[in-house]
């Protein structure tokens, strides 16, 4: 029977990827993680990457590492990042600075490409640093924002966004739309190629928030024509906390994108220390300072092990992983009053799957007490986060079967 434990590990068994797990740090305490979806964990080779960093690039070259190779590790990183996971070609990738200055960034870059129009459209349950920085950016352009999505922002509902609801929101006037691949609240996952299609009809840019996708979801960024995108690494990618975020721009575009942070490491000249702000070639013009030597090698670590398991195998995974999850909640959960918030369907949802439960900010801080972390998103959303390199079908049962275990408690 599917819900037995030894169904489960026969899929671990099973599974072409298991090895992945031990080449992380997983501590001996029994804790089931399902929160790589937030903070991924932690890969064995980063704290020897660095190790390096400090203790020799810095401690013994000192600052003759910047010309050694620091100066361009941001966009190294960037191609094999850009490579591996987005679907980018080599010089279209930098990674630097946080996903929520990279929105301000490539949101006025974006409309600085359509200087007549004045509308941004965005998703009413965007992430909200997507949607405050959208809202700022428009107010400093004397543009306005645009809502699509029929839904309460705090709400935990599957999301409706699809290449139609798009298209009944492009007009003459819409000069940039942002959207997330994957819905944080729900997974949910849009078709992208589609969606471009629509914005790029109606002649607008299209900006992609690809933080709940990357190192989850294969990207193909450069082949959809996209124009613009962002994202993090501290999910899938395992790039540590407050790891760097990407910046992907299509190299169509390289010459008219205007950095509003036009900082010296953005410069075409970087040590002229010129009068004036000329911008790099390339996507390199999206940096803005200085870079951290550290926490590029800690994605650089994250990247490599994504890239070693290709990420065809790493969605198969991802699919198998949460579609057992489905799985469990349907026949364990339904009768306790859980309800599922995530995609019925396999192919439209990303890594994590969302249940939904009147208790469910308890429920969560119960299930951490007991060593299951998943996490709690307001108002009665649990997300189960299921990372592909690292999540063991054993721990997906044994998360579900607490959950399960403290509902029928409260039944009592
Ligand atoms: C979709 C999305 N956008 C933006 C952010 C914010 O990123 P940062 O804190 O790196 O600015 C997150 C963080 O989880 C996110 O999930």
Redo the contacts with the bound molecule.
């Keep these: 029977m599917t819900l037995d434990r030894a169904h489960a590990e026969a899929l671990d068994a099973a599974d072409p990827l298991a090895a992945f797990r031990d080449r992380f740090i997983v501590a001996d305490d029994g804790v089931i993680y399902l929160d790589g979806n937030?903070l991924g964990r932690l890969p064995a080779d980063t704290p020897a990457r660095i190790d390096d960093v400090v203790r020799r690039q810095w401690g013994t070259r000192l600052i003759r590492s910047w010309s050694e190779g620091w100066m361009d590790v941001p966009l190294e990183v960037g191609d094999r990042l850009g490579e591996a996971l987005l679907g980018a070609r080599r010089g279209e990738t930098v990674v630097c600075d946080?996903?929520?200055?990279?929105?301000f960034k490539v949101l006025h870059a974006a409309l600085g490409l359509r200087p007549t129009r004045t509308t941004i459209v965005v998703h009413r349950g965007?992430?909200?640093?997507?949607r405050y920085v959208a809202a700022e950016a428009a107010a400093q352009r004397g543009a306005s924002i645009s809502w699509v999505g029929p839904m309460d922002p705090d709400s935990v509902e599957v999301d409706p966004i699809s290449p139609g609801s798009v298209a009944a929101a492009m007009h003459d006037d819409v000069a940039v739309v942002l959207l997330?691949v994957?819905d944080?609240r729900t997974a949910a996952l849009v078709d992208v190629a589609a969606i471009t299609r629509v914005v790029h009809d109606a002649g607008a840019v299209m900006v992609w928030?690809?933080?709940?996708a990357v190192g989850s979801v294969p990207l193909a960024l450069a082949d959809v024509d996209a124009d613009l995108a962002?994202?993090?690494t501290?999910?899938y990618v395992n790039g540590g906390p407050?790891a760097p975020?990407f910046i992907w721009a299509n190299s169509r575009l390289h010459d008219q994108l205007h950095n509003p942070v036009p900082g010296w490491m953005g410069h075409s000249d970087v040590f002229a220390m010129g009068p004036g702000y000329d911008p790099a070639p390339g996507v390199r013009r999206f940096m803005t300072g200085t870079p951290s030597a550290v926490a590029l090698a800690a994605v650089d670590v994250g990247v490599g092990l994504l890239a070693e398991a290709g990420m065809t195998a790493v969605r198969e995974k991802s699919i198998a992983l949460t579609s057992y999850a489905v799985e469990l909640v349907d026949g364990w959960l339904a009768d306790l009053g859980v309800t599922l918030a995530s995609p019925r369907e396999p192919h439209l949802r990303g890594s994590h799957v969302t249940v939904r439960h009147p208790d469910a900010q308890a429920l969560t801080q119960a299930l951490t007490d007991r060593g299951v972390i998943p996490d709690f998103r307001h108002p009665d959303g649990i997300r189960i986060g299921l990372a592909p390199l690292t999540t063991r079908f054993a721990d997906v049962h044994d998360g579900l079967l607490a959950l399960r275990t403290l509902l029928e408690a409260l039944q009592r």
């Design positions: 937030s946080n996903v929520t200055l990279n929105i965007e992430f909200p640093t997507d997330s994957v944080y928030d690809c933080s709940h962002i994202g993090c501290y999910k407050g975020a």
